[in-house]
């Protein structure tokens, strides 16, 4: 479509908008503008959150067992997750929140 075509085929949109708007209700324009701007952010959202999940390069790492553990604590609910494999190098999420590390030392029994 040439780009002179679009900005005709807005403003017809935009007049059939404003004679509906007139000529019935205003929520009958209103209604599917909202669902319109719902579903752009919605999709928006879900494509920022899959961008940040991406996998680590190579296969897991097993963590050593040495004289210390690694955990990792939600802030929010308080589930604790113990590091078995390290798959990446940030630190998972739970909540919709990044995890804190928190990393213990043990003692010799």
């Given at each position: 479509?040439?780009p002179?075509?679009?900005?005709?085929?807005w403003?017809?949109?935009?007049?059939?908008?404003?004679?509906?708007?007139?000529?019935f209700?205003?929520?009958?324009?209103?209604?599917?503008?909202?669902?319109?701007?719902?579903?752009?952010?919605?999709?928006?959202?879900?494509?920022?959150?899959?961008?940040?999940?991406?996998?680590?390069?190579?296969?897991?790492?097993?963590?050593?067992?040495?004289?210390?553990?690694?955990?990792?604590?939600?802030?929010?609910?308080?589930?604790?997750?113990?590091?078995?494999?390290?798959?990446?190098?940030?630190?998972?999420?739970?909540?919709?929140?990044?995890?804190?590390?928190?990393?213990?030392?043990?003692?010799?029994?």
């Open positions: 479509m040439p002179g075509g679009r900005v005709v085929l403003a017809l949109l935009a007049f059939g908008a404003t004679v509906v708007a007139v000529v209700d205003p929520k009958w324009v209103l209604a599917p503008l909202i669902g319109v701007a719902v579903y752009k952010v919605g999709t928006t959202m879900l494509r920022s959150m899959a961008a940040d999940a991406h996998a680590a390069p190579g296969p897991p790492q097993p963590v050593l067992h040495r004289a210390e553990r690694t955990l990792y604590w939600c802030e929010q609910c308080g589930a604790e997750l113990l590091l078995v494999v390290r798959g990446a190098t940030g630190a998972p999420r739970h909540c919709g929140e990044r995890m804190h590390e928190r990393v213990e030392l043990l003692s010799d029994q």
